[in-house]
């Protein structure tokens, strides 16, 4: 079983100490110990936690959503965008997440892309990797 | 909808064999045949079944190319 420490469930969710150490307390979240038997909450009750706020979650509507397979769609800000004669490198950051593409200078000028604008960062689900941090 | 992929070819859904998360969707574009491996839940979404109409969309960077020799 997965447990995180409030100070890293608040990390992971984007809110703060305090706000976590309530929500453990007033009983939103259960709390539990570690191993070392401190305090703590489940790693799985915080994903669903996660999923239940993301749900509610008043994100920019891209009106597309349903138009594609991708699975994996983060709207955000376009930061920056650097073009050279073939290429191009655009950053697009999504909530706490920055995104880098590299898509041909073609498609950045097609879609006439330039830092402020809405964009959505797409990924295919069978190109997300997934790692497992080596310091839990 | 804009797209920043290059390749978006226009096609027609010929078969769909469905696991229990993936499913591989066989499109005919013009004579060719595709293959997209996409999500049991993505099919869903965009209710594909035989004969619908689809885009099959392929960033450029992802196309691999081989000659005959």
């Given at each position: 079983?997965?447990?995180?420490?409030?100070?890293?469930?608040?990390?992971?969710?984007?809110?703060s100490y305090d706000t976590?150490?309530?929500?453990?307390?007033?009983?939103?979240?259960?709390?539990?110990?570690?191993?070392?038997?401190?305090?703590?909450?489940?790693?799985?009750?915080?994903?669903?936690?996660?999923?239940?706020?993301?749900?509610?979650?008043?994100?920019?509507?891209?009106?597309?959503?349903?138009?594609?397979?991708?699975?994996?769609?983060?709207?955000?800000?376009?930061?920056?965008?650097?073009?050279?004669?073939?290429?191009?490198?655009?950053?697009?950051?999504?909530?706490?997440?920055?995104?880098?593409?590299?898509?041909?200078?073609?498609?950045?000028?097609?879609?006439?892309?330039?830092?402020?604008?809405?964009?959505?960062?797409?990924?295919?689900?069978?190109?997300?990797?997934?790692?497992?941090?080596?310091?839990? | 909808?804009?797209?920043?992929?290059?390749?978006?070819?226009?096609?027609?859904?010929?078969?769909?064999?469905?696991?229990?998360?993936?499913?591989?969707?066989?499109?005919?574009?013009?004579?060719?045949?595709?293959?997209?491996?996409?999500?049991?839940?993505?099919?869903?979404?965009?209710?594909?079944?035989?004969?619908?109409?689809?885009?099959?969309?392929?960033?450029?960077?992802?196309?691999?190319?081989?000659?005959?020799?």
């Open positions: 079983m997965s447990t995180f420490r409030i100070k890293e469930a608040a990390a992971l969710l984007g809110v976590m150490r309530r929500w453990a307390e007033g009983g939103r979240i259960e709390q539990v110990t570690d191993a070392s038997g401190r305090l703590a909450v489940d790693g799985a009750a915080l994903a669903r936690l996660a999923q239940e706020r993301a749900e509610s979650a008043a994100y920019p509507d891209d009106g597309v959503a349903t138009a594609h397979s991708v699975r994996n769609r983060f709207p955000g800000l376009v930061t920056r965008v650097v073009r050279d004669t073939v290429m191009a490198q655009v950053e697009i950051q999504a909530g706490p997440h920055r995104f880098v593409s590299l898509l041909s200078r073609e498609a950045a000028d097609e879609l006439g892309l330039e830092p402020g604008m809405l964009a959505v960062a797409a990924v295919k689900a069978t190109n997300v990797s997934v790692e497992i941090p080596r310091t839990r | 909808m804009k797209l920043s992929a290059r390749n978006q070819i226009p096609a027609r859904v010929t078969s769909i064999n469905t696991g229990e998360a993936i499913a591989n969707v066989e499109l005919d574009a013009g004579g060719v045949r595709l293959v997209a491996s996409i999500t049991v839940e993505a099919v869903r979404q965009l209710g594909l079944a035989e004969g619908s109409q689809v885009t099959a969309v392929i960033k450029a960077s992802d196309v691999i190319l081989a000659t005959s020799n």
